[in-house]
């Protein structure tokens, strides 16, 4: 799905707000696997409070809003938009190790091995469909972006299919 939204977006975009905001498409695009990571934290994120665990639980959250905030002024010092987009990818990637790293020490537990080995996939995935978009011929891009996709969405088909 994450792969349908980028290429998407600069389509849904001007349909859905103002034309305006067509400059924050390529800023939403590079941001895009921030939403992957933000997907996998969250739910790592509710064990430390699962476990009754509160101060871990506030002490990571407010790490996690610091190194937002320093990945958004280090992104857009180096990129402006898209490198907010960047930035934020990275510190949310950051945010994820981190609570993985705390989760395996303070507690035992560990990502399971067919989620690492899906986000192992998926991300390279996501980052290929996002470089389709700096493709700057239309017709290639959107060549490009779709087959991408498609292969993306098949393999997340398969998995899904195995897995359930």
Known sequence: ???????????????????????????????????????VCLPVSYVMLAKGDSKTYIFLESWSYIVAVAGVIIGYRLGGL????????????????????????????????KLARYMLLLCPSVMAVYAS????????????????????????LHTFRHTV
């Open 1 to 39: 799905m994450m792969c349908v939204f980028i290429l998407c977006l600069p389509v849904i975009v001007p349909l859905l707000f103002s034309v305006k905001f067509i400059e924050a498409v390529p800023m939403a695009q590079a941001m895009s696997l921030t939403m992957v990571f933000k997907s």
């Open 82 to 113: 898209v490198g907010t987009g960047m930035g934020l990818s990275v510190a949310y990637a950051i945010e994820l190790t981190t609570n993985a790293t705390t989760l395996h020490f303070r507690y035992g537990l560990v990502v399971g091995k």
């Open 133 to 156: 978009t700096l493709i700057p011929h239309d017709i290639m891009r959107w060549s490009v972006g779709i087959l991408l996709t498609i292969a993306s969405s098949l393999f997340s």
